[in-house]
């Protein structure tokens, strides 16, 4: 069997009118010269328990004319953008052939039961043009799809454009990426045909979708390692976009976690990254979360504050008058949100995005210093980062009850960069000892988190009711103006009365962090003598 271990490409989602517009676009369909067609009917298989696509993998027989073509594809679970090893050969018939796939993902792990099992899942039928693009030392293909995805009783449009990386650097793939965008609205699509597939079958409903960490291991690059982290909170936010455009408030918490978890990767990678993208790019992502930052907190404000007050004091008018206020006010927030994901800004910011993770000027520096940073073992890197982290906290933490609202909301940005840094890493360190450790600094910083998230939303919600007592709404008389007021003064007082509650908690959340022991240690043979490489610090 054929292997092509790096297959490079990008997958842009558009519409068949915009397919047609870009076909017809002066300037770029110049490039669009002979074209090759093809109808490409693909049956996956799989069995009834899913056990390929739980191992990451897909099996599919490729029907062109008279050929049978039988492809195996592995992918990062949840992380499958740009890359994927393939491995491909012809075959007789329609069903899959086994017996040459022992070298291939699928080969470690098959089974005469798996074998048994396997059987049609769904198939896709495909409508391919494809172009090749050859210009300054690149190759690429430029393959339009358009077609269906088939399951039992149930189908869904395929209508996509795939940039397959043939020749050249990464960063020429995204500057045709560019140029389709600049004419069509087109975005960038995380989801394969597969995923897609497997969703029609199970009848899996649009819905949020949670953080799915990449598998870093000891050895790895540190620069890779981010690729990787980076690439998996790039498709945890886009994942959730069409969820949250239908007014789901849990996607558009998702969203917001995924913008964190990437700003908190581009902090603790710096070192690495900072190249002079990643300001831009820091810019960018700064401008999305003041987009979805007011609705989410609305939410968190009506669902967790005023709901539970109104449902203690059924007979005070004044919490249904509030209720409306803020009920509004989210609405006119989520359309914010919409239009911000739906914009032209967004569909940049999310291919800019991933192209400074894939091939920003940081993954080509050839200073001496810089490249041996982003060719450091990621376990070294890591022990490095995640002392000079706790060190941090430590120091602060110390004084907790001392804090003023400014100050421990500096604490609680440290503590969560800290908690996802652990979360990135934690797969790096193996053992029992050090899971462990992990699983007491990861709930230990979980429960700090929270505690002082609590305590800044209560400062966030006293500036908001204090308006309310201070100043009368139009359109309310005198009368519904003290309603009003007297229930925004219930929920102050409800608010501050959890505040010494929240600062125990954060205390002892503390006192739990501050007694746990690294998870990071390293064998004294791992620590490898390098011009960036800093000594390993053993406990917090």
């Not at 990451?56 to 992380?79: C, Y």
């Not at 008018?317 to 967004?346: D, E, H, N």
């Amino acid at each position: 069997m054929v292997g092509r271990p790096a297959e490079v490409e990008l997958k842009l989602r558009v519409t068949p009118e915009n397919i047609a517009a870009l076909r017809n676009y002066p300037g770029f369909a110049g490039s669009l010269q002979h074209p090759s067609h093809e109808v490409l009917d693909s049956i996956y298989f799989d069995s009834d328990g899913r056990f390929l696509r739980n191992h990451g993998l897909t099996l599919r027989v490729r029907h062109m004319d008279e050929k049978r073509v039988q492809t195996i594809k592995s992918a990062d679970h949840g992380v499958g953008l740009f890359e994927r090893s393939e491995w491909e050969q012809t075959i007789e018939g329609d069903q899959p052939d086994l017996s040459g796939v022992k070298d291939t993902a699928l080969g470690r792990i098959l089974t005469d039961d798996v074998c048994k099992a396997l059987k049609p899942v769904f198939e896709t039928r495909i409508e391919r043009t494809a172009y090749h693009l050859n210009g300054n030392g690149a190759d690429i293909i430029m393959a339009i799809d358009e077609g269906q995805i088939l399951a039992a009783n149930s189908s869904q449009p395929v209508s996509e454009i795939e940039l397959e990386l043939k020749e050249g650097k990464p960063a020429d793939l995204f500057k045709v990426a560019r140029d389709i965008l600049n004419i069509v609205p087109a975005h960038l699509e995380f989801k394969s045909k597969p995923e897609r597939g497997y969703g029609l079958v199970d009848k899996t409903p649009v819905a949020a979708e949670t953080a799915c960490d990449p598998e870093l291991t000891a050895g790895m690059s540190a620069g890779r390692a981010f690729t990787l982290v980076g690439r998996a909170c790039l498709r945890h936010l886009v994942a959730n976009v069409p969820a949250m455009i239908g007014r789901d408030g849990t996607a558009l918490h998702q969203m917001r976690v995924a913008l964190r978890r990437l700003r908190a990767a581009m902090s603790l990678f710096s070192e690495i990254t900072g190249d002079d993208r990643a300001e831009a790019i820091k810019t960018e992502l700064r401008w999305l979360a003041l987009e979805l930052g007011p609705a989410r907190d609305l939410d968190t404000l009506i669902l967790e504050v005023i709901k539970p007050m109104r449902n203690q004091h059924r007979n005070e008018q004044g919490f249904v008058s509030i209720t409306k206020m803020f009920t509004r006010k989210r609405l006119k927030c989520y359309r914010r949100a919409q239009a911000a994901v739906q914009s032209a800004r967004f569909r940049t910011l999310i291919l800019d995005t991933a192209e400074w993770i894939e091939a920003g000027p940081w993954s080509t520096w050839e200073d001496a210093l810089k490249r041996a940073r982003r060719e450091m073992p990621v376990e070294i890197y890591a022990a490095d980062l995640l002392s000079h982290r706790c060190k941090r906290i430590r120091r602060r933490g110390r004084r907790i009850n001392d804090l003023n609202p400014e100050q421990l909301h500096r604490l609680r940005i440290q503590v969560k960069k800290a908690r996802y840094a652990t979360d990135f890493f934690s797969g790096v360190y193996h053992g029992k000892k050090s899971t462990k450790q992990c699983k007491k600094i990861k709930s230990s910083l979980m429960q700090l988190q929270n505690s002082l998230g609590g305590l800044n939303d209560i400062a966030t919600h006293k500036a908001l009711f204090s308006d309310i007592i201070t100043s009368r709404a139009k359109g309310l008389t005198e009368e519904q103006s003290r309603h009003r007021a007297f229930a925004a003064g219930l929920i102050i007082g409800n608010q501050q009365a959890q505040i010494q509650k929240l600062r125990d908690r954060a205390r002892k959340a503390y006192s739990r962090f501050d007694g746990a022991k690294a998870f990071w240690k390293l064998p004294s043979h791992s620590i490898v003598a390098t011009p960036a490489a800093p000594a390993v610090e053993k406990s917090l």
